[in-house]
């Protein structure tokens, strides 16, 4: 026998032995999951004692309440304050109401009103402001996630610049046609009413409405308005039925309220959202002059933060702006 057919024999016989290998099933495992299917291990946990919490000194306890010039908007459920036009504030009212949404101010007057054309009110649960695509422009983000009976196929988030209301009045109407971001859960349908924007990656985040659990999910920037994107869930929280969720205009803070309560973070430099709310938080001032506290959100300036709150079910309750300053 040749040298060179001794050769081939031997080359042949290595790799029938190295195809025959059983295919390596662990690293099959490591590959990237599709979006929204983190494995298990991922989800963090917030394991803190919501009871047993100090206080925050940033904001004064004593807050102003102001009375709305609108007494008919009985379910307000979201506020942002603009990043465009000095001091105005906007709010909407939640399910089965209509498609606008009031622009107003910290002495609550009645500045008009911004109409989504096409777009019905599913249920809008709370609003965000902040940067989006154009650099240059600041936009309104509307959270149509409410889902009392968590049966909606997909949940869906209206992104628009925002427009120019330096002038606004009663009278004032603007009609808006704005994007559409469509989402799902990854895990199906669930109530959610807290909707937040980080002005410094443009990343959505969304906070679930459960019993004694609020789970924490993310669409990362940039968001898809040609396909339904599926959101990615970071975390769970022992908070109760949560209603509204904000991050603050530089993204240093964030605020979480439930209707009888508020928390407060203060984030460290270059720590992310997540890794934020994974540190036990600070309980924040609440007067407990809301029933039924709807929605939260920080001043543009940084002097304090504002809520809001529902009054349909409470007769003799009126519609009003609270206000915390910042010491």
């Known amino acids: 026998m040749t040298l060179k057919i001794i050769l081939f024999l031997l080359f042949t016989s290595i790799l029938f032995h190295e195809c025959s290998k059983p295919k390596d099933l662990k690293a099959d495992l490591t590959e990237t999951p599709i979006s929204g299917s983190l494995p298990v291990d991922t989800v963090k946990k917030g394991n803190y004692d919501l009871s047993l919490l100090e206080s925050t000194t940033v904001f004064g306890n004593l807050p102003s309440v102001t009375k709305l010039k609108r007494q008919d908007l009985l379910e307000l459920s979201g506020l942002a304050c603009s990043r465009t036009n000095t001091g105005l504030l906007y709010t909407h009212e939640d399910s089965g109401n209509s498609n606008e949404i009031y622009i107003t101010n910290a002495n609550g007057d009645d500045l008009g009103k911004i109409v989504l054309d096409g777009i019905s ?39 628009f610049p925002e427009p120019d209301l330096k002038t606004g009045s009663p009278q004032t109407i603007v009609h808006i046609t704005p994007e559409v971001l469509k989402f799902t859960y990854p895990k199906g349908a669930v109530n959610a009413e807290s909707l937040m924007l980080d002005p410094l990656t443009k990343d959505l985040y969304i906070m679930t409405k459960q019993v004694a659990q609020s789970n924490l999910f993310v669409a990362k920037y940039p968001q898809s ?3 339904t994107t599926m959101l990615i869930q970071l975390a769970s929280f022992p ?32 720590e992310s ?55």
């Open 225 to 227: 308005i040609l396909s």
């Open 121 to 159: 009110n599913r249920d809008w649960e709370d609003l965000a402001c902040g940067p989006g695509p154009e650099s240059t422009k600041s936009y309104l983000y509307v959270g149509d996630i409410g889902d009392n009976n968590s049966a909606y196929p997909f949940i869906t988030v209206y992104r």
């Open 273 to 327: 959202v997540l890794n934020t709310l994974l540190r036990k938080p600070l309980d924040a001032p609440y007067f407990r002059n809301e029933h039924q506290g709807e929605a939260i959100c920080f001043a543009a300036d940084g002097t304090g933060f504002f809520t809001i709150s529902e009054i349909k079910k409470y007769p003799g309750d009126v519609a009003a702006l609270t206000f915390y300053k910042r010491n």
């Open 239 to 270: 908070f109760d039925l949560l209603t509204s969720a904000d991050i603050s205009p530089d993204g240093s803070e964030i605020l979480v309220r439930t209707t009888g309560q508020i928390w407060y973070w203060k984030k460290q430099p270059n």
